[in-house]
């Protein structure tokens, strides 16, 4: 058999390799992000779509177009460059994103080579719905969830009294007669968002809409969701109030969760028939992903093979490269040898919470709360290498207002580190007020002093307020670790986080918390010395 004949094997087994390499990244970001693991069903998905469009592929006539060298050399030439990224740190959504896009664009350049425009207008769906796979950008989540947040907790405190429970708002905590109720991240609906989304286009695909039809029905499920999310909080606080707090509590806080998301799904169906045309339109369903009858009449050829087979080389020496350029001590970081007494100070560990871990994915986490004389100071040091830098960056900014504190007072302040200093954060939030505080909830004044640090670098109050809008999502480590050729220097996130109750005025509690600092500071790079800021 000619090569010529053998082509179209050639490129579609070096194209699934690729997908399978993409497919590995994937599972290693939703093992480390739990509520992403649902996504395997997209792909699953797109495996249906495939069996669904491969009598309909076959009769397509074929017309190849040189065109597809154009996306099947981009696609070719970035896998390669995004997984010697990956092979640095961590499968970050950006990463993902860069390889899942120089895949789809490859297998696009393919279809074009092999069968033409009719057929990549077939596959169109599936390569597009596999991106509902890949995690949502932080600058995308971190708005939307603050906007769904904000809708249902407006809503649910409108509607409560209606319903007979009075109701106390306080950031996107619902005080209740029974008890606090909090519109948590999780209970916001964005998870929701990002999954019945997926499900809202792949049942336009089935009901055969339109492309108008099925963006429409996609976009409506979003004020779906938010309903649905309206109605569980609202539940949740008559549960609570008329039964007992423990039926909105743990399993059966979950299982509730999981309630309300089919009936979200039933809505988005229902929905969907509704807007369904009277009759179907004549032909096959839909857009579907299927292996093509491509011969060796394609104009790929032995050029796409060349191509593939060349990124396929450069993608295994990206993974050697990228490992032995990535040299940090992952070790280096043995904070439990923090010691237990500084100064007067001595400290009893804390568990932590395994949600915290989860949601964190550090390498390590102490926590400890220091105590002198009754006053108490909670201390957080959290360290991740940079392969596990996965999640987005937690700013008090945003963690404490959701909890119902309004920010008080805003500043950096310098703390004594030996000879040295350190810039650090300082916030103050309270909740309530001594006019309009209920008996047993007095005022809540609480000092937050914290630092985040990447290697010897201490984050700026630009970096800062960056974190805060994107979530930690700053991307200036892709051109730094695509282009430095210095030695590589330990590296990783180190973050600090100091909490203590204020009352009077506070003077004092701020000076001995400050003090503190500077001792946890100056133990800290006594046993990560790699950490030490550098000199000004």
Not at 280 to 308: D, H, I, M, T, Y
Not at 356 to 372: F, K, N, Q, W
Not at 447 to 459: A, K, P, V
Request: glycine share 10%.
């Amino acid at each position: 058999m000619p090569l010529t004949a053998k082509s179209p094997a050639i490129s579609l087994t070096l194209l699934a390799v690729g997908a399978a390499a993409l497919v590995y990244s994937l599972t290693r970001f939703w093992g480390a992000n739990p509520e992403y693991v649902d996504r395997f069903l997209i792909l699953a998905g797109a495996a249906y779509a495939v069996s669904e469009a491969w009598p309909t592929l076959r009769e397509l006539p074929l017309k190849p177009t040189r065109l597809g060298y154009l996306p099947l050399l981009i696609g070719a030439i970035a896998f390669p460059i995004g997984w010697f990224l990956q092979a640095q740190i961590a499968p970050k959504p950006i990463v993902l994103w860069w390889l899942a896009g120089a895949w789809v664009l490859t297998a696009a350049g393919l279809i074009l080579l092999g069968g033409g425009r009719s057929h990549l207008r077939k596959l169109a769906f599936p390569l597009g719905f596999l991106l509902f796979a890949l995690p949502v950008p932080n600058r995308i989540l971190g708005p939307l969830q603050f906007l769904l947040q904000s809708a249902t907790t407006t809503a649910a405190e409108w509607l409560l009294p209606i319903l007979g429970v009075p109701v106390e708002r306080h950031g996107f905590m619902l005080s209740l007669p029974g008890g606090d109720l909090g519109v948590a991240e999780a209970c916001s609906g964005v998870r929701s968002v990002t999954a019945l989304t997926a499900i809202a286009a792949f049942v336009a695909w089935w009901r055969q809409f339109g492309f108008v039809r099925g963006m429409l029905l996609v976009v409506l499920s979003v004020p779906v969701i938010a309903a649905v999310n309206v109605v569980r909080v609202v539940a949740s606080g008559l549960i609570q109030e008329h039964f007992s707090t423990e039926y909105v509590r743990g399993n059966w806080h979950e299982a509730f969760g999981v309630v309300m998301v089919l009936v979200g799904l039933g809505l988005l169906v229902a929905l969907a028939s509704l807007m369904a045309p009277r009759s179907n339109p004549q032909g096959e369903r839909g857009l579907c992903l299927a292996p093509p009858s491509f011969s060796g009449k394609g104009v790929g050829g032995l050029g796409s093979n060349l191509l593939l087979v060349c990124s396929a080389i450069a993608s295994v020496a990206a993974q050697f490269l990228g490992v032995g350029t990535e040299q940090e001590l992952v070790a280096a970081a043995p904070l439990d040898q923090i010691p237990h007494q500084i100064g007067r100070w001595k400290a009893t560990d804390l568990p932590v919470p395994e949600d915290v871990s989860e949601m964190l994915t550090a390498d390590s986490i102490t926590r400890r709360v220091y105590s002198d004389l009754g006053y108490e100071v909670h201390v957080w040091v959290i360290y991740w290498s940079s392969r596990n830098m996965v999640k987005g960056y937690h700013h008090p900014d945003v963690c404490w207002p959701n909890r119902g504190f309004r920010l008080s007072r805003r500043d950096t302040i310098n703390v004594t580190v030996g000879t040295d200093t350190i810039s650090v954060t300082l916030r103050e939030f309270n909740r309530g007020s001594e006019q309009t505080a209920k008996p047993g909830r007095e005022k809540d004044q609480q000092l937050i002093l914290y630092w985040t640090q990447e290697g010897r670098r201490i984050w700026t109050e630009d970096d800062e307020r960056q974190a805060q809008a994107t979530g930690g999502a700053s991307h200036d480590w892709l051109g730094e670790r695509l282009t430095r050729q210095e030695q590589r220097t330990p590296s990783g996130r180190i973050t600090v986080l100091f909490g203590t109750q204020l009352w009077g005025d506070g003077i004092t509690i701020r000076k001995q918390t400050l003090e503190l600092a500077g001792g946890i500071a100056s133990e800290l790079y006594r046993v990560c010395p790699w950490a030490r800021p550098r000199e000004q």
